[in-house]
């Protein structure tokens, strides 16, 4: 199972950027899917995450600016990212929680990562 992460970049402060994260290999199924982030120096936070069922829960942080989607038919995570500020510059990683197939339990899988850097 590999998890690829696209769409980092750098951004104007106020702009937007999109994060995809898709899962391929053998995947039975996919649980819940999460974006982190790390700034320097910080260590590995939170950002947003999403149940099989579509709830979703974010850092304080991010409430009303970002917004996590999946679309369960492509083994892919989104994060919406609306009125950046400097302070969302980090390393974006992806995570999935997944079964492979033949397998017994779910497993956290990681992106490689994708950098954000919100900078004028």
């Known amino acids: 199972v590999q998890l690829q992460a696209s769409g980092g970049g750098l951004v104007q402060p106020g702009g937007s950027l999109r994060l995809s994260c898709a899962a391929s290999?053998?995947?039975?199924?996919?649980?819940?899917m999460g974006w982190y982030r790390q700034a320097p120096e910080k260590q590995r936070e939170l950002v947003a995450a999403?149940?099989?069922?579509?709830?979703?829960n974010y850092a304080d942080s991010v409430k009303g600016r970002f917004t996590i989607s999946r679309d369960n038919t492509k083994n892919t995570v989104y994060l919406q990212m609306n009125s950046l500020k400097p302070e969302d510059t980090a390393v974006y990683y992806c995570?999935?929680?997944?079964?492979?197939?033949?397998?017994?339990?779910?497993?956290?899988?990681w992106g490689q990562g994708t950098l954000v850097t919100v900078s004028s």
């Open positions: 999403i149940t099989s069922g579509g709830s979703t």
């Open positions: 995570n999935q929680n997944i079964r492979r197939r033949g397998g017994l339990t779910n497993n956290d899988y």
């Open positions: 290999g053998n995947i039975f199924s996919i649980n819940a």
